[in-house]
């Protein structure tokens, strides 16, 4: 049963664009989430967090959003780089971390 | 440390074999978590220390796993008489606060493969 879920696999972007990641999440008790971005062979880095008391949270070119009514979490990157090319994934707390399965992002030169 | 350390980073086991698996968190953090990834998976929770003591363990997927704390600070996760479904990256993370509501910082996990 997953709690996080973020459907879209794989996400293909211009540099100088905007990306946009999308999470869904199923448990209204989550009062904490977190993005975080992974390359290959090396663990999770932290990206931005947001309390569930907030509804936006920015940091740099790292924006996250959060709509409660909707149980919906968004990770905004503008400018994107080809450097932001990575899996992302959205985590979700209450009582313990729940993570989704990730999206991958290719910024495109 | 500067950051978590798992070792080893890849380990191959024979069906039936026990391993163990090392996390060195950041140093001072009370917190410490590990985690199961299987492949195009998220990190799923398997257990979590706040210092010594063990106060989640609800993930661990059978009475095959065990993991220590002893002291605090390093943790090992143990896995008895392999099986090939517990091929997977293990990761652990460790955090400055109590509880796990707060944010996790991440080794680079140890992929094991049990053939």
């Known amino acids: 049963d997953q709690q996080v879920k973020q459907n879209s696999p794989s996400l293909s972007v211009q540099e100088g664009r905007i990306s946009i990641l999308n999470c869904d999440y199923t448990?209204?008790?989550?009062?904490?989430f977190l993005w975080y971005k992974k390359y290959p062979a090396e663990g999770p880095t932290f990206l931005i967090s947001i309390s569930s008391i907030k509804d936006k949270n920015e940091d740099g070119r790292f924006t996250v959003f959060l709509n409660k009514s909707a149980k919906h979490l968004s990770l905004h990157i503008v400018p994107s780089q080809p450097g932001d090319s990575a899996v992302y994934f959205c985590?979700?707390?209450?009582?313990?971390?729940?993570f989704g399965t990730g999206t991958s992002l290719t910024v495109i030169p | 440390g500067a950051g978590v350390s798992q070792s080893p980073r890849y380990k191959v086991a024979k069906r039936g074999q026990d391993v163990a698996l090392r996390c060195d968190p950041i140093?001072?953090?009370?917190?410490l978590f590990w985690y199961q990834q299987a492949l195009g998976q998220g990190p799923e929770f398997l257990t979590y220390?706040?210092?010594?003591?063990?106060?989640?363990k609800s993930g661990l997927p059978s009475d095959r796993f065990f993991a220590e704390r002893p002291e605090g600070s390093v943790s090992t996760l143990k896995i008895q008489r392999t099986q090939q479904e517990d091929s997977a990256v293990y990761l652990c993370?460790?955090?400055?606060?109590?509880?796990?509501?707060?944010?996790?910082?991440f080794g680079a996990g140890t992929r094991l493969s049990v053939l």
């Open positions: 220390f706040q210092n010594e003591a063990q106060l989640d």
């Open positions: 985590a979700a707390s209450a009582s313990q971390f729940y």
């Open positions: 993370a460790s955090s400055s606060t109590r509880g796990p509501g707060a944010t996790q910082y």
């Open positions: 448990n209204s008790m989550f009062d904490y």
């Open positions: 140093s001072g953090h009370v917190s």
